[in-house]
């Protein structure tokens, strides 16, 4: 006698449903990422390989009877087959003069110094050359070849400063805003393939608007309103970017919805040590003070004690707990060990634009006119580098995970971030060194040339910090290899920052036994050696040295 059951007939039933349900939805999913790759073979010839994301963007242009494509350094024999491989297909090579890295130099770009002061008149940027942009209008894809340039400098970077390639991204660039921008608010797409192995510049071509990279092909449909603020800006640091995008005689600001408020805020992190909890304090009030209302946000990681975030969050800050990121070619215990933690300011996704300011910085004068600025905006510092104490950026997670995915590749000259950024981020837009002054005097002592000008928006406080010397005086002073970051104006500035915060917030600048014994060792130091600024002699009245704290 059988042994089957009503009960049974029905999983059985269920059990099939929810397998057809099962298939259906895989298959869904497969779809949604698009098992079959826009290229499909991207070692084969263009004419091969571009099948995929041609009938791809064809899809997405329903009113196109015809496609029309522009070649940019794209070999004319292709551009023939390319021509004769589709009815839809008008194709037309792109002319310019090229650029030669032997006729100008990635430096001419990006100079150690210009004349922000224009004494000798305004700086300007060598030219370079682009297509006459009227005679390539309607084009619906752009196609380029990007090139690999040789100046690798040194880290697997390959052509990361190379002005060719910095000359066919930009080409590439002013085709697409020339035939899709329309008026701000109306524009048409224009889609763009890049081949080869470099592909283009991120700092250009945003990791955002990638519709498929498979191989040496990448398809991307720009967001024309950044890529236009971009192209308005200088095409290296050999300017001063300017507080609104302006070449010749146009003017233009990114338009806001105003139904849409942008988010933006300024940003740090503190991480390793407890060492920067004062400076990090100092920062927010010293921002507040200036009247900004705009957010902060702190990012750290464990090492901070849930004592110091009180004082953080009382301050001002937004914290946020992060994991560290470790430097991988630092070594173990040096100051710049977890410095590549840093990078994840990109992952705050939740703001349009960052502000991100370091910790041993003091805010002077209302900076939030910065957040005009595109990614990645900096002040200058040594050869053709910038500073990356205070450095408008754009989070996103893409971004984040590309520069995750570089940090063993692209050597760091300091081993720290700004090395990393540095060669991440080569093309970059220059501010005022009067946004991130520097406090590092390499001359000779001149007290004269120490005093901090009254322009100045923000101090970036190197060598000793203020907090660990005694209020009277810069103790940098006291140590020969750091008098050139020495400066009682400086020094003074903070100070006030710190006279200015609630009381309550003062007890985390406290010095502890340690500190003051460190103080009073390079005091006598320098008294033996009878340096000539002679701040040794001063009398000390500073408060802080009779009440000490526990740290």
């Known amino acids: 006698m059988s042994s089957y059951k009503p009960h049974q007939k029905s999983f059985q039933k269920l059990f099939i449903i929810y397998l057809i349900l099962l298939s259906l939805s895989l298959?869904?999913?497969?779809?949604?990422?698009?098992?079959?790759?826009?290229?499909?073979?991207?070692?084969?010839?263009?004419?091969?390989?571009?099948?995929?994301?041609?009938?791809?963007?064809?899809s997405k242009k329903i009113n196109t009877k015809k496609i029309k494509i522009g070649l940019v350094n794209v070999n004319n024999d292709i551009t023939t087959r390319i021509y004769d491989a589709h009815e839809l297909v008008e194709a037309v090579s792109v002319n310019f003069d090229h650029i030669s890295n032997n006729n100008i130099r990635w430096e001419d770009f990006f100079p150690e110094w210009i004349d922000e002061d224009q004494k000798w008149g305004a700086p300007r940027c060598p030219e370079i050359p682009l297509p006459r942009l009227e005679d390539y209008g309607g084009l619906d894809v752009v196609v380029a070849r990007v090139p690999c340039g040789g100046n690798n400098n040194g880290g697997g970077s390959e052509g990361?400063?190379?002005?060719?390639?910095?000359?066919v991204n930009l080409v590439v660039a002013n085709l697409v805003v020339a035939n899709g921008w329309v008026k701000p608010d109306i524009n048409r797409t224009?889609?763009?393939?890049?081949?080869?192995?470099?592909?283009?510049?991120?700092?250009?071509?945003?990791?955002?608007?990638?519709?498929?990279?498979?191989?040496?092909?990448?398809?991307?449909k720009p967001d024309l309103k950044k890529l236009k603020q971009k192209l308005l800006m200088p095409v290296g640091s050999c300017q001063i970017a300017p507080a609104y995008a302006q070449t010749g005689d146009e003017i233009w600001r990114p338009r806001v919805n105003p139904n849409l408020k942008r988010k933006i805020a300024y940003a740090t992190v503190l991480h390793s040590s407890?060492?920067?909890?004062?400076?990090?304090?100092?920062?927010?009030?010293?921002?507040?003070?200036?009247?900004?209302?705009?957010?902060?946000?702190?990012?750290?990681?464990?090492?901070?004690?849930?004592?110091?975030?009180?004082?953080?969050?009382a301050a001002g800050w937004k914290t946020k707990l992060i994991e560290p990121i470790r430097s991988p070619s630092a070594k173990k215990g040096s100051y710049n060990?977890?410095?590549?933690?840093?990078?994840?300011?990109?992952?705050?996704?939740?703001?349009?634009?960052?502000?991100?300011?370091?910790?041993?910085?003091?805010v002077l004068k209302n900076i939030d006119e910065f957040f005009t600025y595109p990614q990645l905006s900096a002040s200058g510092n040594d050869k053709s580098l910038f500073n990356s104490g205070i450095m408008v950026i754009e989070p996103s997670e893409c971004m984040f995970q590309d520069l995750m995915s570089k940090t063993r590749i692209l050597a760091s000259y300091n081993g720290g971030d700004q090395g990393f950024l540095n060669e991440a981020f080569t093309w970059w837009h220059r501010l005022p060194k009067k946004l991130n002054y520097l406090k590092v005097y390499r001359n000779r002592i001149n007290d004269n040339h120490r005093e901090i000008p009254n322009h100045v928006y923000a101090v970036h406080l190197l060598g000793l910090k203020p907090w660990v010397c005694y209020k009277d005086y810069d103790c940098n002073w006291d140590k020969e290899d750091h008098q050139i970051f020495a400066s009682?104006?400086?020094?003074?500035?903070?100070?006030?920052?710190?006279?200015?915060?609630?009381?309550?917030?003062?007890?985390?600048?406290?010095?502890?036994?340690?500190?003051?014994?460190r103080i009073r060792k390079w005091r006598g130091i320098a008294q033996k050696l009878g340096l000539a600024d002679e701040h040794w002699k001063l009398n000390a009245k500073d408060p802080r040295q009779y009440h000490f704290v526990d740290m």
């Open 27 to 58: 298959t869904f999913l497969a779809l949604s990422f698009n098992t079959k790759p826009l290229i499909t073979n991207p070692s084969s010839s263009l004419l091969d390989s571009t099948h995929d994301w041609f009938h791809y963007i064809l």
């Open 160 to 167: 990361i400063r190379d002005v060719f390639r910095l000359q």
């Open 190 to 220: 224009v889609y763009v393939v890049f081949m080869g192995s470099c592909g283009p510049m991120q700092e250009i071509f945003r990791c955002d608007d990638l519709l498929s990279h498979v191989g040496d092909y990448w398809v991307y």
């Open 274 to 313: 407890e060492a920067y909890v004062c400076g990090a304090i100092a920062l927010a009030q010293s921002i507040i003070q200036t009247n900004s209302t705009k957010a902060l946000i702190l990012l750290h990681d464990s090492s901070i004690t849930p004592k110091s975030l009180r004082g953080l969050r």
């Open 337 to 362: 060990e977890w410095n590549y933690s840093k990078l994840r300011v990109w992952q705050l996704t939740k703001y349009d634009k960052i502000i991100f300011i370091d910790a041993d910085i003091v």
């Open 488 to 517: 009682d104006s400086a020094h003074k500035r903070w100070w006030h920052v710190y006279e200015a915060m609630p009381k309550k917030l003062q007890k985390f600048c406290g010095l502890t036994k340690q500190m003051d014994s």
